[in-house]
T-cell receptor
Protein backbone atom coordinates (compact mmCIF):
# COMPACT_ATOMS: atom_id res chain seq x y z
CA UNK A 1 0.00 0.00 0.00
CA UNK A 2 1.30 3.45 -0.87
CA UNK A 3 1.95 5.82 2.02
CA UNK A 4 -0.16 8.54 0.41
CA UNK A 5 -2.89 7.65 -2.08
CA UNK A 6 -4.73 9.96 -4.44
CA UNK A 7 -7.02 9.51 -7.43
CA UNK A 8 -4.75 10.46 -10.37
CA UNK A 9 -7.61 11.87 -12.44
CA UNK A 10 -7.67 13.73 -14.73
CA UNK A 11 -10.61 15.76 -13.54
CA UNK A 12 -11.98 17.79 -16.44
CA UNK A 13 -14.35 20.47 -15.18
CA UNK A 14 -15.96 23.58 -16.67
CA UNK A 15 -14.92 27.01 -15.50
CA UNK A 16 -16.90 27.98 -12.40
CA UNK A 17 -17.37 24.42 -11.18
CA UNK A 18 -16.60 23.15 -7.71
CA UNK A 19 -14.19 20.22 -7.55
CA UNK A 20 -13.04 18.08 -4.63
CA UNK A 21 -9.88 16.03 -4.27
CA UNK A 22 -9.36 13.33 -1.69
CA UNK A 23 -6.29 11.69 -0.25
CA UNK A 24 -5.57 9.00 2.34
CA UNK A 25 -2.34 8.36 4.24
CA UNK A 26 -1.15 5.23 6.00
CA UNK A 27 1.27 6.49 8.64
CA UNK A 28 -0.70 7.43 11.74
CA UNK A 29 2.42 9.14 13.14
CA UNK A 30 2.37 11.71 10.35
CA UNK A 31 2.86 15.18 11.73
CA UNK A 32 1.82 17.77 9.21
CA UNK A 33 -0.22 17.82 6.05
CA UNK A 34 -0.18 19.94 2.92
CA UNK A 35 -1.51 20.43 -0.56
CA UNK A 36 1.04 21.38 -3.19
CA UNK A 37 0.35 22.52 -6.73
CA UNK A 38 2.59 21.52 -9.61
CA UNK A 39 2.35 23.02 -13.08
CA UNK A 40 3.57 21.04 -16.06
CA UNK A 41 7.36 20.55 -15.93
CA UNK A 42 7.70 22.91 -12.98
CA UNK A 43 8.54 22.43 -9.32
CA UNK A 44 5.86 21.79 -6.67
CA UNK A 45 4.70 24.88 -4.82
CA UNK A 46 2.92 24.98 -1.49
CA UNK A 47 -0.77 25.69 -1.94
CA UNK A 48 -1.83 25.40 1.68
CA UNK A 49 -1.29 23.57 4.94
CA UNK A 50 -4.09 21.38 6.24
CA UNK A 51 -5.42 21.49 9.80
CA UNK A 52 -7.91 19.33 11.68
CA UNK A 53 -10.13 22.33 12.23
CA UNK A 54 -10.28 22.92 8.49
CA UNK A 55 -8.85 25.96 6.82
CA UNK A 56 -9.78 28.18 3.95
CA UNK A 57 -7.77 30.39 1.62
CA UNK A 58 -10.01 32.23 -0.80
CA UNK A 59 -11.61 29.67 -3.10
CA UNK A 60 -9.67 26.79 -1.54
CA UNK A 61 -10.73 24.81 1.52
CA UNK A 62 -8.69 22.01 3.07
CA UNK A 63 -9.75 19.51 5.69
CA UNK A 64 -7.98 16.83 7.72
CA UNK A 65 -9.59 13.87 9.46
CA UNK A 66 -6.91 12.25 11.62
CA UNK A 67 -9.16 9.40 12.77
CA UNK A 68 -9.83 8.34 9.16
CA UNK A 69 -6.37 9.42 7.94
CA UNK A 70 -8.07 11.37 5.21
CA UNK A 71 -7.28 14.76 3.66
CA UNK A 72 -9.41 16.76 1.26
CA UNK A 73 -9.16 19.86 -0.91
CA UNK A 74 -12.17 21.74 -2.27
CA UNK A 75 -11.82 24.29 -5.04
CA UNK A 76 -14.81 26.56 -5.64
CA UNK A 77 -15.49 28.66 -8.74
CA UNK A 78 -12.72 26.98 -10.74
CA UNK A 79 -10.59 29.19 -12.98
CA UNK A 80 -8.66 28.22 -16.10
CA UNK A 81 -5.52 29.08 -14.14
CA UNK A 82 -6.33 26.35 -11.60
CA UNK A 83 -5.38 23.72 -14.19
CA UNK A 84 -2.44 21.85 -12.67
CA UNK A 85 -1.57 18.72 -10.72
CA UNK A 86 -2.48 18.82 -7.04
CA UNK A 87 -0.21 16.83 -4.74
CA UNK A 88 -1.25 15.59 -1.33
CA UNK A 89 1.78 15.71 0.97
CA UNK A 90 2.45 14.35 4.44
CA UNK A 91 5.39 15.21 6.71
CA UNK A 92 6.85 12.15 8.43
CA UNK A 93 10.21 10.79 9.55
CA UNK A 94 10.52 13.03 12.57
CA UNK A 95 9.79 16.05 10.45
CA UNK A 96 12.51 15.29 7.93
CA UNK A 97 10.64 13.76 5.06
CA UNK A 98 7.83 14.91 2.78
CA UNK A 99 5.86 11.99 1.35
CA UNK A 100 3.93 12.85 -1.80
CA UNK A 101 0.94 11.25 -3.39
CA UNK A 102 0.98 10.60 -7.11
CA UNK A 103 -0.97 13.80 -7.70
CA UNK A 104 -4.40 14.54 -9.14
CA UNK A 105 -4.53 16.30 -12.47
CA UNK A 106 -7.12 19.05 -12.88
CA UNK A 107 -8.11 20.54 -16.22
CA UNK A 108 -10.48 23.49 -16.13
CA UNK A 109 -12.13 24.12 -19.49
CA UNK A 110 -14.15 26.97 -21.01
CA UNK B 1 15.97 37.08 -1.74
CA UNK B 2 17.16 34.22 -3.95
CA UNK B 3 15.15 31.04 -3.82
CA UNK B 4 16.55 27.55 -4.30
CA UNK B 5 18.90 27.33 -7.27
CA UNK B 6 19.66 24.08 -9.05
CA UNK B 7 22.13 23.32 -11.82
CA UNK B 8 22.18 22.21 -14.50
CA UNK B 9 18.57 22.52 -15.66
CA UNK B 10 18.84 19.68 -18.17
CA UNK B 11 21.32 16.87 -18.60
CA UNK B 12 21.70 13.89 -20.91
CA UNK B 13 23.92 11.02 -19.83
CA UNK B 14 24.71 7.53 -21.08
CA UNK B 15 23.99 4.36 -19.11
CA UNK B 16 26.84 3.53 -16.75
CA UNK B 17 28.05 7.10 -16.44
CA UNK B 18 28.13 9.19 -13.29
CA UNK B 19 26.37 12.51 -12.71
CA UNK B 20 26.57 15.33 -10.15
CA UNK B 21 23.68 17.70 -9.56
CA UNK B 22 24.01 20.88 -7.53
CA UNK B 23 21.74 22.87 -5.25
CA UNK B 24 22.04 26.21 -3.47
CA UNK B 25 19.44 26.61 -0.74
CA UNK B 26 17.26 29.60 -0.09
CA UNK B 27 18.99 32.29 1.94
CA UNK B 28 18.64 31.52 5.65
CA UNK B 29 17.90 27.82 5.15
CA UNK B 30 20.28 25.23 6.61
CA UNK B 31 18.75 21.92 5.47
CA UNK B 32 18.65 20.41 1.99
CA UNK B 33 16.54 17.48 0.83
CA UNK B 34 16.64 15.75 -2.54
CA UNK B 35 13.70 14.20 -4.36
CA UNK B 36 13.34 12.17 -7.54
CA UNK B 37 10.21 12.64 -9.63
CA UNK B 38 9.60 10.14 -12.43
CA UNK B 39 7.11 11.01 -15.14
CA UNK B 40 3.53 10.76 -13.88
CA UNK B 41 4.59 10.19 -10.28
CA UNK B 42 4.90 12.31 -7.18
CA UNK B 43 8.37 13.22 -5.91
CA UNK B 44 10.13 10.47 -3.94
CA UNK B 45 12.43 11.34 -1.01
CA UNK B 46 16.08 10.44 -1.62
CA UNK B 47 17.81 11.93 1.43
CA UNK B 48 18.22 14.98 3.63
CA UNK B 49 21.38 16.81 4.68
CA UNK B 50 21.84 18.95 7.77
CA UNK B 51 25.11 20.11 9.34
CA UNK B 52 26.97 18.42 6.47
CA UNK B 53 25.63 15.00 7.40
CA UNK B 54 23.01 12.75 5.85
CA UNK B 55 20.20 12.78 8.43
CA UNK B 56 17.65 10.58 6.77
CA UNK B 57 17.49 8.43 3.67
CA UNK B 58 14.68 7.08 1.53
CA UNK B 59 14.58 3.78 -0.35
CA UNK B 60 17.32 4.50 -2.85
CA UNK B 61 20.39 2.36 -3.56
CA UNK B 62 23.91 3.31 -2.56
CA UNK B 63 24.51 4.53 -6.11
CA UNK B 64 22.82 7.69 -4.88
CA UNK B 65 25.04 9.73 -2.60
CA UNK B 66 25.27 13.31 -1.54
CA UNK B 67 27.20 15.97 0.20
CA UNK B 68 26.50 19.22 1.98
CA UNK B 69 29.08 21.98 2.17
CA UNK B 70 29.72 24.48 4.98
CA UNK B 71 27.76 27.13 3.06
CA UNK B 72 24.74 24.74 3.12
CA UNK B 73 24.83 24.05 -0.61
CA UNK B 74 24.55 20.43 -1.64
CA UNK B 75 25.39 17.94 -4.35
CA UNK B 76 23.62 14.77 -5.42
CA UNK B 77 25.77 12.13 -7.09
CA UNK B 78 24.45 9.16 -8.98
CA UNK B 79 26.85 6.43 -10.13
CA UNK B 80 26.39 3.69 -12.72
CA UNK B 81 23.37 5.39 -14.26
CA UNK B 82 20.43 3.26 -15.34
CA UNK B 83 17.71 4.13 -17.82
CA UNK B 84 15.31 4.16 -14.87
CA UNK B 85 17.22 7.03 -13.28
CA UNK B 86 15.74 9.35 -15.89
CA UNK B 87 13.63 11.80 -13.89
CA UNK B 88 13.28 15.32 -12.57
CA UNK B 89 15.55 15.76 -9.55
CA UNK B 90 14.26 18.33 -7.10
CA UNK B 91 16.12 20.01 -4.30
CA UNK B 92 14.17 21.45 -1.37
CA UNK B 93 15.62 23.64 1.33
CA UNK B 94 14.24 24.37 4.77
CA UNK B 95 15.15 25.58 8.23
CA UNK B 96 15.73 22.66 10.59
CA UNK B 97 13.63 24.27 13.30
CA UNK B 98 10.67 24.80 10.95
CA UNK B 99 9.09 21.57 9.75
CA UNK B 100 6.88 23.06 7.10
CA UNK B 101 8.85 25.77 5.34
CA UNK B 102 10.10 23.75 2.39
CA UNK B 103 11.07 25.65 -0.78
CA UNK B 104 11.71 23.69 -3.95
CA UNK B 105 14.09 24.50 -6.76
CA UNK B 106 12.98 24.21 -10.35
CA UNK B 107 14.81 20.91 -10.70
CA UNK B 108 17.30 19.19 -12.95
CA UNK B 109 15.81 17.04 -15.69
CA UNK B 110 18.11 14.05 -16.19
CA UNK B 111 17.75 11.82 -19.23
CA UNK B 112 19.74 8.59 -19.36
CA UNK B 113 20.12 7.06 -22.82
Amino acid sequence: RKEVEQDPGPFNVPEGATVAFNCTYSNSASQSFFWYRQDCRKEPKLLMSVYSSGNEDGRFTAQLNRASQYISLLIRDSKLSDSATYLCVVLTGGGNKLTFGTGTQLKVEL
Amino acid sequence: DAGVTQSPTHLIKTRGQQVTLRCSPKSGHDTVSWYQQALGQGPQFIFQYYEEEERQRGNFPDRFSGHQFPNYSSELNVNALLLGDSALYLCASSLKTANYGYTFGSGTRLTVV
